[in-house]
Nanobody
Framework: QVQLVESGGGLVQTGGSLRLSCAVS????????MGWFRQAPGKEREFVAA????????YNRDSVKGRFTISRDSAKNTVYLQMNSLKPEDTAVYYC?????????????????WGQGTQVTVSS
């Protein structure tokens, strides 16, 4: 059983920063590709960033490049999403996801395990 628990969300002003954490309870954390997705009210869930099992491959959606950084700490079984220069359009519930044998990191149905989500609200 793999469980994901996100934390670090909150309310921040435009231009501010937040760091999301996702703690993973799994014996084989190193074997999973980890992803962050987000879903704003009335919109579909969208890909934000992903990192492969070794940390050697990182993927970001274009709108967050240069602002968001995904990383993982295998010793702590934790993946992070550092979010800087936040904008109101970044407001959403952010979900952590894990999966093995991911072929297309941007597709949510490739991920087998999901956290409960954490709310990020950016005020203008």
């Amino acid at each position: 059983q793999v469980q994901l628990v996100e934390s670090g969300g909150g309310l921040v002003q435009t231009g501010g920063s937040l760091r999301l954490s996702c703690a993973v309870s799994a014996r084989t954390f190193s074997g999973y590709t980890m992803g962050w997705f987000r879903q704003a009210p009335g919109k579909e869930r969208e890909f934000v960033a992903a990192i492969n099992w070794s940390g050697g491959s990182i993927y970001n959606r274009d709108s967050v490049k240069g602002r968001f950084t995904i990383s993982r700490d295998s010793a702590k079984n934790t993946v992070y999403l550092q979010m800087n220069s936040l904008k109101p359009e970044d407001t959403a519930v952010y979900y952590c996801a894990a999966g093995g044998n991911i072929r297309i990191v941007g597709l949510s149905n490739q991920y087998a395990y999901w956290g409960q989500g954490t709310q990020v609200t950016v005020s203008s």
